[in-house]
Nanobody
Framework: QVQLVESGGGLVQAGGSLRLSCLASGSILRFNTMGWHRQAPGKQRELVASVTSGGKTNYTDSVKGRFTISRDVAKNTVYLQLNSLEPEDTAVYFC?????????????WGQGTQVTVSS
């Protein structure tokens, strides 16, 4: 059973920074991709950033240059550094891990952590 536990959310003023952490219950090397998604009230969940097992990163346009995804394999943790935060970044941020076993794909989600940016 894979567990993902997010932490690091909170209330911050516009222009501020936060670092989110996603701790996996085992080695993150088993996952093909890990990423961060967010969901604002009344909106659909969207991909924010992802990193593949090979280290390739991907960002949605609205966070490019402000957010950075990284991972620490030894700590089984993926991070999301959020800089220059804007009120529009307010959302619940979810960690997601994707594991592919043969023809099957398994998606695992954390419980989410709230990020609130005040203007």
């Amino acid at each position: 059973q894979v567990q993902l536990v997010e932490s690091g959310g909170g209330l911050v003023q516009a222009g501020g920074s936060l670092r989110l952490s996603c701790l996996a219950s085992g080695s993150i090397l088993r996952f093909n991709t890990m990423g961060w998604h967010r969901q604002a009230p009344g909106k659909q969940r969207e991909l924010v950033a992802s990193v593949t097992s090979g280290g390739k990163t991907n960002y949605t346009d609205s966070v490019k240059g402000r957010f950075t995804i990284s991972r620490d394999v030894a700590k089984n943790t993926v991070y999301l550094q959020l800089n220059s935060l804007e009120p529009e970044d307010t959302a619940v941020y979810f960690c997601k891990a994707v594991e592919m076993r043969g023809f099957l794909t398994y998606n695992y989600w954390g419980q989410g952590t709230q990020v609130t940016v005040s203007s």
